[in-house]
C-alpha cells in the first residue's frame, strides 16, 4: 500500500471528531469510565512498572476501548452508527446486524491482542535496561550510549516504526476485511511512516494542550497531603481523557488514510 497524505488524513480525523462530538462523547462515555477506574487501580496497587499485572486489571478498559474503536471505524468506513437502528424488514436486519456484530467484535478483540501484545513488548524492553531510570535525569542519554548501544536503540527504532503498522490490525478486523491480505497489501515501508506521520500530528496538539492545561491548574492546588492527591486524581482523569481524545482522533484519521488507499487499489484492480 502506498503512503497516503498525512495533513489530509489527520485533518479528516479532526474534522470527523468535531462534527460528531456529540455522538463521540456519548459513544466514548462508558469506555472512559471504565479505563479510569482501571488506571486508578493500578495506581492504588503501585503497579505502574508491573506492565503484565497492569495489562491484566486494564482488560475491561481493553475491550471498553476496542468497542468504541471498532464503531468508529465502522462510521468512518461504512457510515454506520450506534445503536443499530431497525427497518422492519426483519431479514434484511438480522443479515446487517449480524454483520456489524461481526466486525465490532473482531476489531475489539484485535485491539485487546494488540494492546496485550505491546504490554508485554514493553516489560521485556523494561525489563533489559531500556527503560527511564534515576540517573537518566541528571546524565546526558548520549553519555550512557556506547556505539553498539547507538546501533541497538537504532535498529529498536526503525523496528518500531516498521511495525508500527501492526498496531491498526484493529481497524481491517473492524470492517471484516481479511487481515492477511491487508497486511499483503501494506507493503511498503511508507505506509508504516504515513501512519506514524497521521498519529503524530493527532497526538501532539492534544498532548500540548494537556500540558498548558496541566500549567495552568497546577498553581491552584496547594501543597497539603490532601490537595496533592487531588493533582494526582486529576492529572490522571485529564491524562486517560487525553488518551481517549487523541485516539478518536488517530483512529479516525489512520481509518481515513487506509480506506482511501483501499478504494484506490480496488479501482486499478
Known amino acids: 500500500m502506498a503512503s497516503f497524505d498525512v495533513i489530509e488524513a489527520a485533518g479528516f480525523g479532526y474534522r470527523l471528531a468535531w462534527t460528531e462530538r456529540r455522538y463521540l462523547m456519548r459513544l466514548a462515555a462508558f469506555p472512559f469510565l471504565i479505563k479510569f477506574v482501571c488506571h486508578i487501580t493500578v495506581i492504588a496497587l503501585g503497579w505502574q512498572t508491573d506492565f503484565i499485572r497492569q495489562a491484566l486489571i486494564s482488560l475491561p478498559a481493553y475491550f471498553a ?56 513488548l514493553i516489560a521485556i524492553v523494561y525489563a533489559q535496561g531500556y527503560g527511564p531510570t534515576e540517573d537518566m535525569g541528571h546524565t546526558p542519554p548520549s553519555a550512557h550510549m556506547s556505539p553498539t548501544d547507538l546501533i541497538v536503540t537504532t535498529t529498536i527504532l526503525l523496528s518500531i516504526i516498521w511495525a508500527f ?30 501512519m506514524v506521520g497521521t498519529w503524530l500530528v493527532c497526538f501532539m496538539p492534544v498532548f500540548f494542550f494537556f500540558n498548558v492545561l496541566i500549567s495552568v491548574i497546577f498553581p491552584l492546588f496547594g501543597q497539603e497531603d490532601s490537595a496533592r492527591l487531588q493533582l494526582d486524581f486529576t492529572i490522571n482523569f485529564l491524562s486517560d481523557l487525553l488518551d481517549i481524545m487523541s485516539g478518536i482522533i488517530a483512529t479516525a484519521g489512520i481509518a481515513y488514510g487506509i480506506r482511501i488507499r483501499l478504494s484506490e487499489k480496488q479501482k486499478q484492480a
Do not use: C, T
Open 165 to 194: 503498522r501492526f498496531l491498526w490490525l484493529h481497524i481491517p478486523a473492524a470492517v471484516g476485511y481479511p487481515i492477511r491480505k491487508f497486511i499483503i497489501k501494506l507493503g511498503s515501508y511508507k505506509a508504516s511512516l504515513a
Open 65 to 120: 476501548e476496542g468497542w468504541l474503536y471498532a464503531h468508529l471505524v465502522r462510521l468512518v468506513f461504512l457510515e454506520q452508527r450506534w445503536p443499530f437502528k431497525f427497518s422492519g424488514n426483519q431479514e434484511k436486519d438480522m443479515a446487517s446486524l449480524q454483520d456489524r456484530a461481526q466486525g465490532v467484535l473482531g476489531g475489539m478483540l484485535f485491539y485487546v491482542l494488540i494492546r496485550f501484545l505491546l504490554a508485554g
